[in-house]
């Protein structure tokens, strides 16, 4: 195929390539997401950031396109999740029924699901994502699947053959898949409909689940304006048909045979007559070997990335990342450090002449482009390395930012003194971001506090203390760089002939009260000679 042979330097176009052989006039970008428990980004790769990627790229070859994040705000509230301040027992009563008539689970707001959709939408535009958000409690409301809802009942009995087809399911003849939402207990797990007069349906709400029982009561009305509604792959399908949906992604555990896209594609063509949209899987985000469950609440939000990291890491990594291949984020080790050395790079990449550019610049520039919110300025943006922010934010917390500005260029950290107020704002941020990460992600042995006095308890044997001492020397002597430093611990060592750990340990504590710290050559002349001097001569 003459496909295959096109250069994709971003997962994103290659999908957008196959979308443009649909011949569709306007593209539709679907994601959705259930407001039962929390968002987090394992959430938000299928459901946000594969479609915004994509969106963008269908967009940038000059398509016209939407994304749709649809809050599924009408389905069954089926679990208390953990880690919320609440009674569980006070909510029990409502398993069962619309997450948009359970009560919030916080005071100030009008249900369940407009508590837990609260932080996603706050975040959309910080993270350059621009969706029309759809609820489908609204939607049904509003009459829009009332003749879908109509089509699945008029054709129950062919629906009942491709899904027990698909599926391997046992569906009885004479099964009405649509779920009537119980006029007296108000919940639509627990109803069955019993029969379809072209009109209306009659109904019992006596199904028991694993989580609620039905109330027995019976009752007949017309499965319109969100009276009833469809069962998960209908109501899938049935949305595809309604948008005109033209690409929707989701957990690659939909994809299995007979799962729920096989099923509801099926649906979709010979149920409602329309075409479905291109599927591809994505595949997991992981953080720290583990699936985030946002009930089981050890999320990591939308909201929660943004006070540790800048929200064009998070796209970039998107971008980086195939779409079908799991993403194994780790907060605590440098794993995430190095993700930000190469949004690093990859913006000196897009910075770089285009001459000469070899084909792992020219990709890491495209997922540059991508990862951006705000417009791209004419001249690179000062960079601050996080881990070098880290350790200026620890060794220096009550200085300035003109004053640390000095001392990061002083070492060659940034590449520019006089700096606009753009690259202020970056590099505040930066630091700002790293002092958080630090709070509530850094291993131990990353955070340090420089000492103000020698620590009392601290003892050092004679041979310690005659090394330190022949810093103190060395760092009166002359000027020194990081490598000419490091090499004269060493010579300092043979000298007093005590052990290279035993240097580093006796240092670390004088300095940091700890064993261990960061490097300690590029460490003493970040903070400065006369900070060390004075600790050492104490001593
Ligand atoms: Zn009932």
Redesign the pocket.
């Known amino acids: 195929m003459e496909k295959s042979k096109i250069e994709h330097y971003v997962w994103a176009d290659k999908v957008a390539d196959q979308l443009k052989e649909m011949k569709v006039k306007k593209h539709v970008i679907h994601g959705m997401w259930t407001p039962s428990g929390f968002f987090h980004i394992g959430n938000a790769r299928p459901e946000l950031m594969v479609p915004s990627l994509i969106n963008s790229s269908l967009k940038n070859q000059g398509l016209i396109s939407k994304q749709n994040f649809i809050i599924d705000d009408f389905d069954d509230f089926d679990k208390v999740p953990a880690g919320l301040d609440i009674k569980k027992e006070d909510f029990e009563e409502h398993l069962g029924k619309p997450l948009r008539e359970v009560p919030s689970p916080v005071e100030g707001f009008e249900s369940w699901a407009h508590y837990f959709q609260k932080d996603v939408l706050d975040c959309l535009d910080k993270f350059g994502i621009k969706a029309n958000v759809i609820s489908s409690y609204d939607s049904y409301k509003n009459g829009l699947f009332d003749e879908a809802i109509k089509i699945v009942l008029n054709k129950a009995e062919d629906i009942r053959k491709i899904w027990n087809d698909v599926t391997n399911a046992k569906k009885q003849k004479g099964w009405l898949p649509v779920m009537v939402v119980?006029?007296?207990?108000?919940?639509s797990a627990?109803?069955k409909v019993v029969s379809w007069d072209g009109k209306e349906v009659e109904y019992a709400?006596n199904q028991n689940v694993d989580y609620t029982k039905?109330?027995?009561?019976k009752g007949k009305l017309k499965p319109e304006k969100g009276k009833a509604k469809l069962p998960w792959r209908l109501h899938w399908a049935a949305g595809w048909f309604i948008y005109g949906t033209s690409f929707e992604s989701g957990g690659k555990d939909h994809f299995s045979s007979g799962g729920s896209v096989q099923t509801s594609q099926a649906f979709c063509k010979e149920i409602f007559k329309a075409q479905p949209p291109l599927q591809t899987p994505t595949e997991f985000l992981l953080v720290d070997n583990t699936k985030l469950s946002g009930s089981a609440g050890n999320v990591i939000s939308l909201k929660d990335w943004l006070e540790f990291a800048e929200p064009e890491l998070l796209r970039f990594m998107m971008a980086s990342y195939k779409q079908n291949t799991v993403i194994n984020f780790d907060l605590h080790s440098n794993k995430f450090f190095l993700l930000a050395d190469r949004y690093e790079k990859a913006e000196q990449s897009y910075f770089e002449k285009e001459g000469k550019k070899e084909k792992r610049d020219l990709q890491l520039t495209e997922i540059y482009k991508y990862s951006q919110i705000k417009e791209i300025p004419e001249k690179i943006p000062v960079q601050l390395n996080y881990s070098i922010a880290t350790m200026i934010a620890q060794t220096f917390p009550n200085k300035t930012l003109n004053e640390l500005i000095q001392i990061l260029h002083s070492h060659g950290w940034i590449h520019r003194k006089t700096l606009s107020s753009y690259d202020k704002e970056r590099l505040t941020k930066r630091l700002e971001l790293s002092k958080n990460w630090l709070e509530k992600y850094a291993p131990e042995d990353v955070k340090f506090t420089v000492q103000e006095e020698v620590p009392k308890d601290l003892k050092l044997n004679a041979e310690e203390k005659k090394a330190l001492g022949l810093v103190v020397k060395a760092l009166k002597q002359k000027r020194w760089t990081e490598k000419t430093l490091f090499e004269e611990f060493y010579d300092i060592c043979e000298k007093t002939d005590i052990k290279n750990t035993d240097f580093f340990r006796a240092a670390y504590n004088v300095l940091l009260n700890k064993d261990r710290g960061p490097k300690l050559a590029p460490f003493i002349l970040t903070l400065g000679k006369e900070k060390v001097i004075e600790l050492f001569e104490k001593i």
């Open positions: 119980c006029e007296n207990c108000g919940k627990t109803t709400c039905g109330c027995k009561h």
